[in-house]
């Protein structure tokens, strides 16, 4: 399996505009989970979805921060309009379930580094 | 709210010199305490997890136990490929059911 993957792997992008993460998890993990990670406040979850279904998305900063899980295998974070602020590593996430967290635990991607500039 | 706590924020020892990791939580009925590896550039990478006092879970020079009110992460003999940033986080009954709230880590450098 190839794991979580993320694209892009680098994103720069000019105050104002839209930005578009993606993520496909791992075939056959219901969950999935979207993480930002920063210096001062180490990583934060956002939203995570259960079979394609967001379940908790208290995490979301602001209306500009929008995700969806239209299928099994893609979700999508997007922000608009994108500030400095924003600046940070997000990474995706999948798990079977929390049946599997004594030998797995969630598996993350390598994440997308944004900056907004 | 959960809450992790992780110290020291940064180590650096020498290839050999065994030391501890220490995570301290706040949680409403512990669901588990995980243990990430992350190494830079890469997303984090999963080591244990522990669900009760007492427990103690070990792989090659890493070992983890469990109190009730914090963790540690026993380091062995340490070699520089050890060098990463070790990341605490907790899943607990109020947190949402599925998910994890982590520490800010602590950046470990072993040298030769």
């Known amino acids: 399996d190839a794991g979580v993957i993320q694209s892009p792997r680098h994103e720069v992008t000019e105050m104002g505009q839209e930005v578009t993460l993606r993520c496909k998890p791992i075939s056959g993990h219901d969950y999935l989970f979207w993480y930002r990670q920063t210096m001062m406040r180490g990583l934060e979850l956002l939203i995570y979805f259960n079979n394609n279904v967001p379940i908790d998305d208290s995490g979301m900063p602001e209306d500009r921060f929008s995700a969806k899980m239209p299928n099994a295998s893609f979700s999508t974070l997007k922000i608009q309009p994108s500030e400095p602020r924003d600046s940070a590593v997000y990474f995706c996430a999948s798990s079977p379930g929390p049946w599997t967290d004594t030998n797995y635990g969630y598996t993350f991607g390598s994440g997308t580094r944004l900056t907004v500039v | ?112």
């Open chain 2, 1 to 112: 709210e959960d809450q992790v706590t992780q110290s020291p924020e940064a180590l650096r020892l020498q290839e050999g010199e065994s030391s501890s990791l220490n995570c301290s939580y706040t949680v409403s009925g512990l669901r588990g305490l995980f243990w990430y590896r992350q190494d830079p550039g890469k997303g984090p990478e999963f080591l244990f997890t522990l669900y009760s006092a007492g427990e103690e879970k070990e792989k090659e020079r890493l070992k983890a136990t469990l109190t009730k009110k914090e963790s540690f992460l026993h380091i062995t003999a340490p070699k520089p490929e050890d060098s990463a940033t070790y990341l605490c986080a907790v899943k607990s009954i109020t947190g949402g059911g599925n998910k994890l709230t982590f520490g800010t880590g602590t950046q470990l450098k072993v040298e030769l």
